[in-house]
């Protein structure tokens, strides 16, 4: 419960950031960007959603062809990870019906997709709960790295191509990165309740 309430004041300081900060570091970065990245910063941006949930779904696949317990135990907590992460996200988004900046100030050039509310990036926290998720089943450099690398970049494009605050995209690595860590929490918790039933049952 604890860590549940800790996330939630984590996302409620970065909700009450001042909105001039938030637009004028907006501002610097969606005006100042590199334009002839844009295409690779939308494809990135659009990487993830189908990423984040294709992953865990070829892993569980995988996992049957290979007989492999281990993979498919990573795959459903992977997913469950995300999932946690999507509803926690929605939840926010039309409770406070942050409006999208390019909505809000006519100088943000939006260059990809923004329909729902803003705050938290829904991209970002599944980029995050992946990147989190990996990163804790396979603690090895490379993974963590590559995976890290690419969620830190999903976060910085919703911003470069105008979609997002740097609110929303901190808000969203938080409860991404919380997400998983809460999940492997769960996971720990329900596993020692199985291992202290069968105790108790052997005896």
């Not at 100042?32 to 892993?59: E, Q, Y």
């Not at 804790?136 to 690419?150: E, F, G, N, R, S």
């Not at 919703?158 to 409860?175: E, K, N, W």
């Not at 492997?184 to 020692?192: C, D, M, S, T």
Request: proline share 4%; net charge positive; aromatic share 12%.
């Amino acid at each position: 419960m604890k860590y549940w309430l800790i996330l939630f004041f984590m996302i409620f300081a970065v909700s009450v950031i001042s909105q001039n900060i938030d637009i004028d570091i907006l501002r610097n970065i969606n005006l100042n960007r590199n334009t002839h990245l844009d295409g690779f910063l939308k494809h990135v941006s659009n990487s993830a959603g189908p990423v984040a949930f294709g992953l865990p779904v070829v892993m569980f696949g995988l996992s049957y062809l290979m007989k492999n317990t281990l993979t498919r135990k990573h795959s459903l907590y992977i997913g469950a990870s995300v999932l946690t992460a999507v509803v926690i996200t929605n939840i926010l988004k039309y409770s406070i019906d942050r409006t999208r900046p390019f909505d809000t100030y006519s100088f943000i050039e939006k260059m990809t997709s923004g329909g729902s509310p803003s705050f938290p990036s829904g991209h970002t926290s599944d980029a995050f709960s992946l990147a989190t998720a990996l990163s804790i089943v396979y603690p090895k450099w490379y993974v963590v790295v590559p995976a890290y690398a690419w969620a830190v970049t999903v976060g910085y494009s919703r911003m470069a191509l105008g979609v997002h605050y740097p609110g929303d995209v901190l808000a969203g690595a938080l409860i991404g990165a919380g997400s998983a860590y809460l999940c492997f929490r769960g996971q720990l918790w329900l596993q020692k309740k199985q291992t202290q039933k069968k105790r108790i049952i052997t005896h």
